[in-house]
Each structure stands twice: as C-alpha cells, then as structure tokens.
C-alpha cells in the first residue's frame, strides 16, 4: 500500500510538475484581474481533477472492453511516458506549453480553465496515460482506488497553488531555476517510464 501511494503519487506530480506550469499560467493571464486568475487556478485544477479521476476510476473497465492486457498497457504506456521525460529533459515541454499558451490568446478562448489550463496543460496526454497505467495497478483494490482519488485530488491542490503563486514562483526559480527543474524531472520521470516497460515485460512473459 505505501509503496503504491507513494510511487503514484511522485510518478503523477512528475508528470503534470505542478511548479513547472506556472510560466504557462502567467502567459495565459497577462492583463486579468487578481480575483480572476484566482478563480482560473482553482476552476482549472477542479475540472483537470475531475478528468483523471473518472479516468482513474474507469480506467480498469476501459481497458477489458477494449481487450486490451495490463502487461501490453504497462509497455505502450512507459514508452508514451518516456516520450513526455524526453521532451521534458531537451527542453520541448516547455516551449510546447509556450506555443499553447501564445495560441490561447490570440485566440481570445473564454474559457481558459478548461482549455489550455485545465487540458491539456493539467489533466493532458501524459497525465491521462499515467492515471490508467497506476489505476490497472490496483488490480480493482478499493482501498488502492481510494489511495489514487486521493492523490489526483492532492496534485490537483498543489498545481491550484502552483497557479495562485505563479508570480511569486516565476521570481523565486528564475528562467534558470525553471529550466533545471524540468530537466531533473525529466530524468526521473524517465526512470519511472523505464520501470513500468520492465514491469510490462516481465507480466508479459511470466518472468519474476
């Protein structure tokens, strides 16, 4: 149970990284009044939370309808992740969350919370992946269940706050200090995305 909780829940704010989100959220809110970026962040992170949670919850019944094995998921879905390390690690996740961010307003979207905040800047590809992948781990344990709604709705928390101290966030970690961060957790990020192939693999051919 500990060592499930605790992988979950590094391996989701790995994922979404939380602190890495605010540059996008400054660039999405430049001209908005402080009682509006403030309900931005929090509808945001309630909507994204909403998103993985079904997911979460679903995710087991999905696959079976789909026929899909866990072992065949546990692969496809370390190499997705490791995909979204690798971005991370050169560099592309955070031009790509620019490039979104830049799109959004010239767009002039209503509602930024549910697009590019909440998805796919939240709850996006590699967020989604990596709910399914730590939910068909629960074997349909409703305690492990639990354990995953409960830490979607923590990192969900923590990237609301990521949100309301974007400034102060943007000042304290600098270009530099936001730049080093994403690398260091693209590296580990790639790590987990390793170990959930390796898994994969080993459930595939009944290895212990």
């Known amino acids: 149970m500990l060592n499930y909780v605790t992988s979950s829940f590094v391996t989701l704010v790995l ?18 009044e402080v009682t509006q970026k403030r309900a931005l962040a929090l509808r945001s992170s309630v909507i994204a939370a909403a998103i993985l949670i079904v997911t979460a919850l ?19 879905g370390g190499i997705l992740l490791f995909g979204v390390a690798t971005r991370m690690i050169f560099g592309e996740h955070m031009r790509q969350e620019s490039r979104e961010a830049e799109s959004a307003a010239r767009e002039k979207i209503a509602d930024l919370a549910a697009f590019p905040l ?6 996006g590809p590699g967020a989604i992946t990596a709910t399914l ?11 492990l269940l639990l354990a995953l709604v409960l830490i979607i709705a923590a990192v969900a928390i923590a990237s609301a706050l990521s949100f309301l101290l974007a ?3 943007a000042r304290v970690l600098g270009r530099t200090g936001n730049t080093v961060l994403a690398r ?3 590296i580990v ?20």
């Open 167 to 169: 400034g102060q966030l």
């Open 15 to 32: 994922v979404i990284d939380p602190i890495g989100l605010a540059p996008a959220f400054i660039a999405l809110t430049v001209g908005l």
């Open 133 to 143: 992948l730590l939910a068909s781990r629960t074997g349909g344990d409703p305690s």
């Open 58 to 76: 679903l995710g087991n019944w999905f696959l079976a309808q789909l026929r899909i094995g866990l072992a065949a998921f546990q692969i496809s």
């Open 184 to 186: 260091l957790l693209g």
């Open 118 to 123: 909440a998805i796919p800047l939240i709850a």
């Open 189 to 208: 990020l790639a790590a987990f995305a390793t170990q959930f192939v390796v898994d994969g693999i080993k459930s595939a051919f009944h290895w212990e």
